[in-house]
């Protein structure tokens, strides 16, 4: 008989980087207030967790990150402004954000890594599973890579990390994982992990991209988790050593994602990020694809 897992409610989003790629814009703004089209990255990131029924959410900030919580918070102001003008479209896109998820923040204080980041979530999580959504992954709301995550840790306990194949030349980008298949196609089990493996010393294709459901053990293994590449403490290294358990925190699974990601921490991929997004707008798609035939015409030809 399977034992009833315990319902996973609450979301850990790590958002204390300096984003220092986009310099000078990130100067004085946080990179997860960037605009795509109309809205802040991290918006997005934020409405998947709430989309997967999670509604409580853990920002892990750091310092100059103020905007972030301004952003989910209520501004009678605006509100008050818009309401006079009678202009109840955007009144209710300016509460959307406010009215997403029940929202907490906490500082990381000195940047140790990604792991660290994770650690700091501990108080609030407690012993329960949680998720980690990096606010620099956006996934398409219309494949629910976290819902199918969360399934698949309910189902098989431990953690589960998300997978996509990778050409092999920009494996050394990423963590990357040893891999056996499951009797599911888009389920498999982790043996190990490297994070961000040298040229020809990678295991597999398959790397991990910023959407993670883990066990409590996490934890303790996080704490006893040395510093690693960059002099960091990786959660890739936490999760190396609990692949390896059956128990007490493992196994870990990966869900291999063959779907629509934008890696908004890339500059490019960020600029693909809007046009994509901007094209399959109802209200700017039209107008806007035309442009953008228009521009590439134009270009071509010179």
Request: charged share 30%; hydrophobic share 35%; proline share 6%.
């Given at each position: 008989?399977?034992?009833?897992r315990t319902r996973i409610t609450k979301a850990v989003?790590?958002?204390a980087g300096l984003g220092t790629r986009f310099l000078?814009?990130?100067?004085?703004?946080?990179?997860?207030?960037?605009?795509?089209?109309?809205?802040?990255?991290?918006?997005?990131?934020?409405?998947?967790?709430?989309?997967?029924?999670?509604?409580?959410?853990?920002?892990?900030?750091?310092?100059?990150?103020?905007?972030?919580?301004?952003?989910?918070?209520?501004?009678?102001?605006?509100?008050?402004?818009?309401?006079?003008?009678?202009?109840?479209?955007?009144?209710?896109?300016?509460?959307?954000?406010?009215?997403?998820?029940?929202?907490?923040?906490?500082?990381?204080?000195?940047?140790?890594?990604?792991?660290?980041?994770?650690?700091?979530?501990?108080?609030?999580?407690?012993?329960?599973?949680?998720?980690?959504?990096?606010?620099?992954?956006?996934?398409?709301?219309?494949?629910?890579?976290?819902?199918?995550?969360?399934?698949?840790?309910?189902?098989?306990?431990?953690?589960?990390?998300?997978?996509?194949?990778?050409?092999?030349?920009?494996?050394?980008?990423?963590?990357?994982?040893?891999?056996?298949?499951?009797?599911?196609?888009?389920?498999?089990?982790?043996?190990?992990?490297?994070?961000?493996?040298?040229?020809?010393?990678?295991?597999?294709?398959?790397a991990i991209i910023g959407r993670y459901v883990l066990?409590?053990?996490?934890?303790?293994?996080?704490?006893?988790?040395?510093?690693?590449?960059?002099?960091?403490?990786?959660?890739?290294?936490?999760?190396?050593?609990?692949?390896?358990?059956?128990?007490?925190?493992?196994?870990?699974?990966?869900?291999?994602?063959?779907?629509?990601?934008?890696?908004?921490?890339?500059?490019?991929?960020?600029?693909?990020?809007?046009?994509?997004?901007?094209?399959?707008?109802?209200?700017?798609?039209?107008?806007?694809?035309?442009?953008?035939?228009?521009?590439?015409?134009?270009?071509?030809?010179?």
């Amino acid at each position: 008989m399977t034992q009833a897992r315990t319902r996973i409610t609450k979301a850990v989003i790590p958002a204390a980087g300096l984003g220092t790629r986009f310099l000078p814009a990130t100067k004085a703004t946080p990179k997860e207030m960037l605009p795509v089209v109309d809205k802040p990255a991290i918006q997005y990131v934020v409405e998947e967790a709430r989309a997967a029924n999670l509604g409580d959410v853990l920002m892990i900030t750091g310092r100059n990150k103020r905007a972030l919580e301004d952003h989910f918070d209520r501004n009678y102001e605006l509100e008050e402004a818009l309401t006079r003008k009678g202009d109840e479209s955007r009144l209710a896109r300016v509460r959307e954000s406010s009215d997403l998820a029940t929202m907490h923040y906490v500082r990381q204080g000195d940047p140790k890594g990604l792991g660290h980041a994770v650690l700091c979530a501990e108080p609030h999580v407690g012993d329960q599973p949680f998720a980690v959504l990096l606010g620099d992954d956006l996934i398409d709301p219309r494949d629910p890579l976290l819902s199918r995550m969360i399934d698949v840790q309910e189902r098989f306990g431990g953690s589960v990390i998300a997978l996509m194949e990778v050409d092999p030349g920009q494996i050394h980008l990423y963590g990357c994982a040893a891999i056996v298949p499951t009797g599911e196609d888009d389920v498999v089990r982790v043996t190990d992990l490297v994070e961000k493996p040298a040229a020809g010393e990678a295991p597999s294709s398959y790397a991990i991209i910023g959407r993670y459901v883990l066990d409590p053990a996490v934890f303790d293994a996080i704490k006893k988790t040395p510093p690693g590449r960059g002099g960091e403490i990786q959660l890739t290294d936490a999760l190396r050593e609990m692949s390896h358990r059956d128990d007490d925190g493992g196994p870990v699974h990966g869900v291999v994602f063959t779907g629509r990601r934008y890696d908004t921490g890339d500059r490019a991929d960020y600029l693909r990020a809007i046009v994509r997004l901007a094209c399959e707008r109802e209200d700017l798609g039209p107008d806007f694809r035309t442009w953008l035939r228009s521009y590439v015409t134009e270009e071509m030809q010179d």
